[in-house]
């Protein structure tokens, strides 16, 4: 008998194992112990998470899976014992699936008012990053900073980003959404935009690999974005791994690490 059930020797005759109801008795009540005595399958034996990854977001994420985001991501959930898998696609629509429950969590989101009414946010962000707004060297704006943006202008944005709550209430100019970076570049090259709407880091990956590129010049600064991992709040083991995430980070932090992974890019 297993060490486990050593307590109901004492209470199993053989009289007993010659009576069935007696045998279902004792049965019954060593499921009881070993239900009681075993180590539970909670969400604190989780050890292996899948995230929605974009695919358009360079140097922070790539579509090969790999990039800066991706790898602070996975750094900080292997100082916490788990292992991170990534299913890569576009943006938009990872932050609908993640949003549905499909994924636990989704990265590179904006905290802001419309992404907090829809995602569960912890404490601890990515980084910060900063958005500025690109024309082209032979048709500048009249607007000298993004709050002047009011006559029409039409902006180039990538569908489904989080540039700031200001961009996105603004009625007064005409905003046109992509899919990818280098779309809203060869939109500005063509003169089908009047300006469009960067990260600072993306632009100085994506604009070299661009022909005719060098046209394109910073005007100025956007809002700056606090960019965190999204926790679908339909998913049962999103606060489980916010949690997780939040001592990977805080990890990565302490020890100088994030720093070192983002160098010049973006601020911890």
Known sequence: ?????????????????LNKACVATTYALAL????????????????EVTLAA????????????????NQIVREAYKSQGI?????????????????????VGVFNV????????????CKERLFKATTAYYIHEDKPLTAQNFKNLNSGERVG??????????????????????SNQTALIRMLL?????????????????????????KIKRAFDGEHSDIYVAFSKRH?????????????????????RLQEILGQQAIP
């Open 236 to 256: 049962k083991d999103a606060p489980y791994f916010c949690e997780k995430l939040d001592q990977g980070l805080k990890t990565l932090k302490e020890s100088g």
């Open 54 to 69: 974009e695919n358009s977001w360079p140097p922070f994420s790539k579509a090969d899976g790999t990039g800066l985001s």
């Open 190 to 214: 063509v003169g089908r935009l009047d300006t469009i709407i960067m990260f600072d880091a993306i632009a100085q990956y994506t604009l070299p690999t661009i022909p005719g590129s060098h």
């Open 1 to 17: 008998m297993p060490l486990l059930f050593a307590p109901l020797r004492k209470h199993i005759s053989l009289k007993c194992f």
């Open 83 to 103: 292992e991170v898998k990534y299913v890569v696609a576009p943006y938009a629509r990872q932050l609908i699936a993640t949003q549905n429950g499909t994924y």
């Open 110 to 121: 904006t905290k802001q008012p419309s992404t907090e009414r829809n995602f569960l946010f």
């Open 157 to 178: 944005l990538i569908i489904g980003y989080e540039y700031g709550p200001y961009i996105l209430s603004n009625l007064g100019v005409e905003k046109y959404a992509v």
């Open 32 to 47: 009881v112990l070993c239900a009681v005595s075993l180590p539970a399958t909670a969400a604190n034996d989780l050890t």
